[in-house]
Nanobody
């Protein structure tokens, strides 16, 4: 099974920066897209940023101009650089990846989630 391991969360003051990382491992054949979601306290999970294998990006309106998603294809790792952080960015951030994996029956699709990493923006 494809597994994702996230890192980089923590406590930061308003206006500060953090960089999240998410490394995918397992029987990966190809990755179609990698992205970040977040779930603020008491709210539903929402898309923050996504990056396709073709290089297309998609950002939530609330983070445009402040967050940047990037990928190291050789390491199957996706990053989220978060600048000018605001208290409303406080949430558990989850990495998501989808693509094709190698199975005993051949290639099959996968979509995996990371365990989540807490980001708290507070003075």
């Amino acid at each position: 099974q494809v597994q994702l391991v996230e890192s980089g969360g923590g406590l930061v003051q308003p206006g500060g920066s953090l960089r999240l990382s998410c490394a995918a491992s397992g029987p990966i054949f190809s990755i179609n897209a990698m992205g970040w979601y977040r779930q603020p306290p008491g709210k539903q999970r929402e898309l923050v940023a996504a990056l396709t294998s073709a290089g297309s990006t998609n950002y939530a309106d609330s983070v445009k101009g402040r967050f940047a998603i990037s990928r190291d294809s050789a390491k199957n790792t996706v990053y989220l650089l978060m600048n000018s952080l605001k208290p409303e960015d406080t949430a558990v951030y989850y990495c998501n990846t989808e693509g094709k994996q190698m199975t005993s029956y051949g290639l099959g699709p996968f979509r995996s989630w990371g365990q989540g990493t807490q980001v708290t923006v507070s003075s």
